[in-house]
């Protein structure tokens, strides 16, 4: 009898041990950093700028997209960022000291044209500041979440052109 009931303790004590102590051989998930948003973080310790939540919002077909992304520049001097897609149409962003441009929010996206990739992939993108260079593949995105929806760019090219207004020079109907 006193060999069942200390057979079913260490059954017990084997059995709590299994089912408690996964910790000790699987890393913690909340100790993995990783960017708690759509986009994704870019950062290099050689540069001096980091670019946090970068992401692609497109059109329906994917051939504009409007690059949104806070460029960071933790520095005291002022640096710039070289971003390109790799087919010889570069952007650059100079972002002062200290201070953080929020593309898409503070500041106007950058315009993609000849994006040629859709919502639902990501676009190989190189980052470029001081010495060091970077990549990443960034997602492309669509309108359809509501805080997106406004940040989808136009088919067309904004012009400054002024639209033309309706005048009052038409003559009266004539009556009866």
């Given at each position: 009898?006193?060999?069942?009931?200390v057979?079913?303790?260490?059954l017990?004590?084997?059995?709590?041990l299994?089912a408690?102590g996964?910790?000790?051989i699987t890393?913690q998930?909340?100790?993995?950093e990783?960017?708690?948003?759509?986009?994704?973080?870019?950062?290099?310790?050689d540069?001096?700028?980091?670019?946090?939540?970068?992401?692609?919002?497109a059109?329906?077909?994917?051939?504009?997209?409007n690059?949104?992304?806070?460029v960071?520049?933790?520095?005291e001097e002022s640096?710039?960022l070289t971003i390109?897609l790799?087919?010889?149409?570069?952007?650059?962003?100079?972002?002062?000291?200290g201070?953080t441009?929020?593309?898409?929010?503070?500041?106007?996206p950058?315009?993609?044209?000849?994006?040629d990739t859709k919502?639902g992939a990501?676009?190989e993108?190189h980052f470029q500041?001081g010495?060091?260079?970077?990549?990443?593949d960034v997602?492309?995105?669509?309108g359809?979440?509501?805080?997106?929806?406004?940040?989808?760019p136009?088919e067309?090219?904004?012009?400054?052109?002024?639209t033309p207004?309706?005048?009052d020079t038409a003559?009266p109907a004539?009556s009866?």
């Amino acid at each position: 009898m006193k060999s069942r009931l200390v057979a079913s303790a260490a059954l017990s004590a084997l059995v709590l041990l299994g089912a408690t102590g996964c910790t000790f051989i699987t890393p913690q998930s909340t100790k993995i950093e990783y960017p708690a948003s759509d986009g994704v973080n870019i950062s290099d310790a050689d540069g001096p700028i980091d670019v946090r939540n970068a992401l692609v919002i497109a059109t329906e077909d994917g051939s504009i997209g409007n690059f949104i992304a806070a460029v960071v520049n933790p520095t005291e001097e002022s640096a710039t960022l070289t971003i390109s897609l790799g087919d010889g149409n570069d952007f650059k962003v100079t972002v002062p000291a200290g201070e953080t441009k929020s593309l898409g929010a503070d500041e106007e996206p950058l315009r993609i044209v000849g994006l040629d990739t859709k919502p639902g992939a990501t676009v190989e993108m190189h980052f470029q500041s001081g010495d060091s260079t970077g990549k990443a593949d960034v997602p492309v995105l669509d309108g359809s979440l509501p805080y997106y929806s406004d940040l989808v760019p136009s088919e067309s090219v904004r012009t400054s052109a002024p639209t033309p207004m309706p005048t009052d020079t038409a003559a009266p109907a004539p009556s009866e």
